[in-house]
């Protein structure tokens, strides 16, 4: 069978696509997956942001799928609907295939749009079993994981158990059924490993937990370095690990960093997600070998500097630094001390806008974030399908927008028992800018042509909607925010 896979082209704040351009994970996987006598075709419509539609429509001419699979966040929902019309206006008959966090956690938001079948949970499996039903004209009753219609009814059937990475069940991510390029981050040809997946946290704002429980499974270490090898082989000078949380096994995450150095791919970059505690706990061998193994930028799930936030956030305990099982407090300073010490750059993961906040307890942690962190990632609490933050947000009343294409994190969406939505993204937008302004020259020693050849343009992306009047402090600048608001709608149009 011919099958296209999308991911969708939707962006947020820090990403810029003139800086960032990432491959989807999930599709390579997929497509590594499927008996190996289909047609499959992996587009990441990010590569084609300013003209999704042509590209969609060029697609499913030259290659006539009989299957269109999407990939799909919540802030995409919108336009994987203008998607799912348009191809189905190209080709009536083509069955249209869901999977990603929202349709899965959500799947009822779709019922309305012309899909067919919704994945829930991982899809390697349950994708590979859809598409032998449909080529021997089975039904789909016994493929777990798995929602469709039947006679105008959604039927969901059981879900399936999540799997065991250790037992070879997944294969290896098949990047040759990519059919864009394009993939950069900060200059460099970028591409996604995973080493791991799950997690035995339970954050209120991460989906996880509702998508696939408290579990944690690891590939081998071998195939890692295979995965690797091959996106080396197929130009990625960047490796975005994109594991849940890969410091749950420091020991086995050490283990990793060895064999990235042993096998001589410490030439690459990395780029990891990582909890504070984690990092301190094992800071005087984990971050110089980290640092041999090439890390270069490391989020930090930093999340908030409060004490009530973090409760609230239910992100204490990752960010609490131990020793001999004892509570030595914070993690956040130390962590960043030793990522610093050894030449990595943080990635500073903040949320601020949580329903006790006020003007003080967000500058608090903007501040922190000046002084701290190289690169801010400072989002406001999204409410999310199934985290149980959504929950507490709707029992207070606190959701503002339902719009969920505004749902991509930085825009804020509820507000807090003090402060409008309004106040709290113009808090974060006002300090936001001018960290990133600070990491140019950093990330100029790096990559100085990228960064000469497109300054201009990524300085415009971080101040739209900004006059000089208003940068000088002559004008209010909340006209700039205002101005800001109004580029980030239109930018969301994609189709
Ligand atoms: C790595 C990661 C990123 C990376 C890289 C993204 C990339 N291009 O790969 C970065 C840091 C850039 C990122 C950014 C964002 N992310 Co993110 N990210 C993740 C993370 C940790 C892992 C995703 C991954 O690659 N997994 C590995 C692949 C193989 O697994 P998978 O994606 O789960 O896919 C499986 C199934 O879902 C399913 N599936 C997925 N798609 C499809 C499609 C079809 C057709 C089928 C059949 C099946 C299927 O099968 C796959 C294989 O089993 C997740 C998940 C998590 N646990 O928290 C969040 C997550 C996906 N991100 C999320 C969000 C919100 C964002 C941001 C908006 C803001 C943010 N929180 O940072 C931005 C938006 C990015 C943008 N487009 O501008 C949310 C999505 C929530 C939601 N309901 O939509 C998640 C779930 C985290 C959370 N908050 O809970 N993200
Ligand atoms: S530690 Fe990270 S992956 Fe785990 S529940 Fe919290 S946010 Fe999600």
Known sequence: MNVLLLSMPDYFEHMPPVAVRMPNGALTSLAGNVDSHHQVAVADLILAHGRVGETVIRLTRELNPQVVGLSVMTFQRRTAARIIKLVRSLQPDVKIVLGGYDPGLEPQAYRGMGVDYIVRGEGEVTFRELLRALERKQGAEEICGLSYQNGGRWIDNPAR??????????????????VLAGYTLLGRPVDVVETSRGCTYDCSFCSIIQARGRNFHTYSIERVLEDIRDAQAKGARTIFLVDDNITLNVHRFEQLCQAIIAAG?????YFVQAMTSAIVSHGQTLAPLMRRAGFRYVFLGIENILEGDLEFLRASAKNTARENG???????IRAIEYLHRNKMYVVGGLIVGNPDDTSQSIRANLEFAERYVDWPYIQHPTPYPGTPMTEEFRQRGFITNERVEEYDGTTAVVRSEYLTAEEIEYLRWKAERWIKLRHMPAAFRHDPWFILRYAPEMFAHTFRGSTLRGLLGLEDDRKDFARYKQIRREERTYL
């Open 161 to 178: 158990a999540v799997h065991h990475l250790e037992e070879g069940e997944i294969r290896r991510p098949n990047r040759a059924a990519r």
């Open 326 to 332: 004892h509570s030595q407090g914070n993690a956040t």
């Open 265 to 269: 791919l410490n030439r690459l970059d």
